[in-house]
């Protein structure tokens, strides 16, 4: 086969680009996937085709307030920082069962009637599928269109007769548009472009679901997140009916922002206090349990962190297994512990857990760590439900963290009066009924919790 001199071919499974066709990839070794695409002189219009652009002075750029619309679903507006914005295209990523479909289904239920029509394309469903689910959770019917198993162009036409304010793309691995296979890199980010130019050009709201890889990140190119305006994961044990929603990028809210829900037969109800579902059973004053007001965008969350110090079966090799909490953490703030305080581990297994499947990656959690770590290998029992805020250092310092008025807000909110925080910490509210231990270091923190010691 004769092959144009000046072409320019990329691998749709990996996005390599050469202008030299292989028939094996060089990056990714698969074979048969370079397809001749059109080179950038050719690709980009001429600058008389496109006229010339100028630049604007900022104080002359009109500027408008966002005009957020709600979903009707009460934690999804809180990751979406208000609710959704016209115009804005949102990627939602999660394990296969978790809810993402369920989920974007109710958002066609609550605004179907009242944003104008909404259109909903599944290309792994059939209509006569997404009818029956609807059914089963409920979803209002009226003013939803639903389009299956279409192309790219299929889904402009929908579009032009229907002029939905929202739309739903289930997903973005199944939508083809044109030449190649659908999911490869280069048509995922050919279908993702013209949504966002659809959804620009005609202010309506564009929500894609996108399938993850085995590291838990959205498949396809990078470049995909970059496009589109928020980026939102969807995570949850299958076994469990907890979910959370978290924003990892969102162009008109804060990142990092986290929703809570519950799955049931009626579909993901939003938990309004998520902070007593975490610390259920706070007043278990066990050995190794402390409470934690960890901070995820703008909203505080309290989490239990539990700690079993044991001796080891395995002489030599124990075992420091970690869930929620990062091990190489845990592995730090016992060398601490090791060598500031001389109490040793070496012949102990160690297990941390912070209850309800959540993930800490706060800094302050440090001290509430350490402090049930100790707590458990000493058998030190807390005559109070304590709570601690701080982060560690490896001198043994106990540093001051940010954000501790909303923290400290909302654990006295769950009815908790006991903190041990760092010494320098400022913005400590000062209120009546309110208990504050302040340490400087881990040495003042073993004083602290040695009254409490159990016998045996």
């Not at 399938?211 to 076994?239: C, R, S």
């Not at 079993?308 to 190489?328: H, K, M």
């Not at 963290?401 to 041990?420: D, K, V, Y």
Request: with cysteine; hydrophobic share 40%.
């Amino acid at each position: 086969m004769k092959r144009n001199a000046h072409a320019l071919y990329e691998c749709v499974e990996c996005g390599y680009q050469s202008p030299k066709y292989y028939g094996r990839c060089p990056r990714c070794e698969a074979w048969g996937s370079m397809i001749e695409v059109p080179s950038q002189e050719e690709a980009a219009p001429s600058r008389a085709a496109r006229g010339r652009i100028a630049a604007v002075p900022l104080e002359k750029v009109d500027s408008t307030r966002v005009n957020r619309r709600s979903t009707g679903i009460p934690e999804l507006d809180r990751v979406l920082g208000g609710g959704f914005v016209p115009g804005s295209v949102v990627l939602i990523g999660g394990e296969p069962g978790v809810g993402k479909s369920t989920l974007l289904l109710q958002i066609c239920g609550q605004a179907g009637t009242g944003e104008g029509p909404v259109l909903y394309y599944s290309g792994e469903e059939s209509e006569s599928q997404i009818k029956l689910r609807a059914e089963r959770i409920g979803i209002a019917s009226a003013g939803v269109h639903l389009l299956a198993m279409g192309d790219i162009d299929d889904l402009r036409d929908a579009v032009a007769q229907l002029s939905p304010r929202i739309l739903i793309v289930d997903s973005i691995q199944t939508l083809n548009g044109g030449a190649g296979a659908a999911g490869s890199v280069a048509m995922m980010r050919q279908v993702t472009a013209a949504l966002i130019e659809t959804a620009k050009a005609v202010d309506m709201t564009v929500f894609i679901i996108g399938h993850i890889n085995k590291e838990g990140q959205i498949a396809g190119p990078k470049t995909l997140e970059h496009m589109v305006d928020v980026v939102l994961y969807f995570q949850g044990e299958i076994k469990s009916d907890l979910r959370i929603l978290r924003s990892a990028k969102n162009r008109f809210g804060p990142v990092d922002e986290l929703g809570v829900f519950r799955m049931s037969a009626s579909g993901l109800e939003s938990v309004e206090d998520p902070s007593a579902l975490f610390i259920h059973g706070r007043d278990n004053r066990e050995p190794g349990v402390v409470i934690f007001p960890t901070l995820n965008g703008q909203r505080a969350l309290l989490v239990e962190i539990q700690s079993l110090v044991s001796e080891s079966p395995f002489t030599g090799n124990p075992r420091r297994i970690s869930v929620g909490f990062d091990a190489y953490r845990t592995a730090m703030l016992i060398s601490v512990i090791e060598k500031k305080l001389k109490i040793p581990f070496f012949q102990h297994d160690v297990f941390i857990n912070v209850t309800g499947g959540f993930s800490l990656r706060d800094p302050a959690a440090d001290l509430p760590v350490l402090g049930a770590l100790l707590s458990s290998r000493q058998n030190i029992a807390s005559p109070q439900p304590r709570t601690m805020i701080g982060e560690v250092g490896l001198t043994g310092e106990i540093r001051p963290t940010a954000w501790i008025l909303p923290r400290m807000r909302e654990a006295m909110q769950q009815g908790l009066t006991h903190f041990i925080l760092p010494k320098a910490q400022s913005g400590i509210p000062k209120q009546a009924g309110l208990t504050i231990h302040r340490v400087e270091n881990i040495f003042e923190l073993q004083r602290l919790l040695q009254p409490a010691r159990r016998g045996g």
